[in-house]
């Protein structure tokens, strides 16, 4: 089963992976049942100097796995023999403009799908698109399009990039399915995106063809974060069916809740973290802040035992657009939080249930980070960044789809059929079950925010470790 007792943590496949022999029957497993060579075929992947993309890309999967942080570490390695290509052939495919990421990761993200179809794994559980952004912290100010940004997480300005991650989660495992990188220019004219001139004319430039794939995807780093989320969405959801899509209160806005509403002929709903400012609401015939239709005493105030917090519901029209507002607290505390959706027939209790699932972005930012270095690469090619983030994207997939499937793997098959009757648990349940035995009494005891302490959960080793080591599971799994 999936989370049988962590057993296919990445240390775990480093170690496996230390032995020549079965290094190379597992590549020859990982990388052949995800058809990699039919998957390039359909990207019209280039061939570079006599050697094929998918040779190149199979490598450059595994590097995490064989513990080699780059190119560079593994032709410095033992491992160099793998490889027929010199390292040259890998840099170049890295930095080549011409190749179409994007469309790479797509083709990988349907592979994902219909596998899990193959095995008959498809979850009946909701499904769901997240939408939400990471700091990718960099050191080199010769980077092309680096910037500073401000980071929510840390509360300062630092070098490096936004990402902006759309991911799916299909009722059992996350997968990233689209990124695209961002940086922020601020308000001071003389130092535009936090940085002198002279360092902006210093930083690594190339020419590209107008519409070559490496010039769309640098262009996009000047583009609202809004407007990509929005063709992310809409271009995801031509593949991949969603019942609701999740965001936090940065992203909940209303271009985002027309665009979500548009989709699947309107079966497709939005549950999303709001703001408590300025926006008004229509509720009964008169406009209202979030502040004010909270201070309502008309409105009930209502207690879910479940999860030991006081709520409010109202249903309102914001932009003319049907919404049912959830105003809650947590424990004994003052804050109240606002979570919006545009499913008028959701409880408090499961929209609080489906909102949770929105943590498996954050877990996927924290893990991916962690273990497959993503963000760590410090080429100045922009490409070279795309590239490898990518990359990591199609590790993360890779390894979810085989820890998935671990109880049933073989030397001989990388899967055999689900067996009947196993029940697996998924990071949502395990979640939801910690919040009812433990957070939601803890919460109450010590006056602890939930929204605060989740965010706290996530960004902290020691916090993620002791929950990993309670909830018996490896976290990077879903």
Not at 77 to 104: I, M
């Amino acid at each position: 089963m999936l989370h049988d007792k962590i057993k296919y943590k990445i240390d775990e496949i480093q170690s496996f992976f230390r032995d020549r022999e079965k290094s190379i029957d597992a590549l020859i497993e990982l990388v052949s049942f995800f058809d990699i060579i039919r998957v390039s075929r359909v990207v019209n992947a280039i061939k570079t100097k006599g050697y094929y993309f998918h040779q190149l890309l199979s490598v450059l999967i595994i590097l995490p796995y064989l513990g080699q942080a780059s190119i560079y570490a593994f032709f410095k390695s033992g491992y160099s023999d793998l490889s027929e290509p010199e390292k040259d052939a890998y840099y170049r495919l890295k930095n080549d403009y011409r190749f179409n990421w994007r469309e790479l990761l797509k083709e990988v993200v349907r592979q994902f799908v219909k596998i899990i179809a193959r095995h008959r794994a498809v979850s009946q559980r909701i499904k769901c698109f997240i939408v939400d952004d990471s700091v990718l912290e960099k050191t080199g100010k010769c980077i092309e399009g680096i910037g500073r940004i401000w980071d929510h997480v840390t509360h300062r300005y630092v070098l490096g990039f936004k990402m902006l991650v759309l991911g799916y989660y299909d009722g059992s495992s996350f997968v990233p399915v689209d990124f695209s990188l961002h940086r922020e220019e601020g308000k001071n004219k003389k130092q535009p995106y936090g940085l002198t001139k002279g360092e902006l004319s210093r930083q690594y430039t190339k020419s590209r063809p107008e519409e070559s794939p490496g010039t769309l995807r640098i262009e996009e780093s000047d583009q609202s974060k809004i407007e990509m989320a929005a063709e992310m969405i809409k271009k995801a959801s031509r593949y991949l069916v969603a019942e609701y899509v999740l965001m936090d209160s940065w992203f909940t806005c209303e271009k985002l809740i027309r665009v979500v509403r548009s989709l699947n002929h309107g079966a497709t709903h939005l549950i999303g973290m709001m703001k408590m400012a300025k926006a008004k609401y229509q509720y009964q015939d008169k406009e209202y802040t979030a502040q004010q239709l909270l201070s309502k005493k008309k409105v009930k105030i209502m207690r879910c035992r479940k999860i030991k917090s006081q709520y409010k519901v109202l249903e309102v029209r914001y932009k003319e657009i049907p919404l049912k507002l959830f105003f809650s607290k947590f424990g004994k505390q003052d804050q109240w939080h606002l979570i919006v959706t545009s499913d008028q027939t959701l409880t408090y209790k499961k929209a609080m249930e489906i909102y949770q699932t929105r943590w498996t972005i954050e877990v996927f930012f924290k893990e991916s980070k962690q273990y497959l270095n993503m963000g760590r690469c410090q080429s100045n090619d922009f490409d070279a960044q795309i590239a490898d983030i990518t990359i990591g994207m199609i590790q993360y997939i890779m390894l979810t789809v085989k820890k998935r499937f671990g109880d049933y793997e073989s030397k001989g098959t990388l899967f055999r059929e689900l067996e009947e009757k196993v029940i697996e648990y998924t990071l949502a349940q395990r979640l939801w079950g910690l919040f009812l035995e433990v957070i939601v009494d803890l919460m109450a005891e010590f006056n602890i925010d939930l929204i605060e302490f989740m965010k706290a959960l996530i960004s902290s080793k020691k916090a993620n470790s002791f929950v990993i080591a309670y909830m018996n599971i490896d976290i990077a799994s879903d």
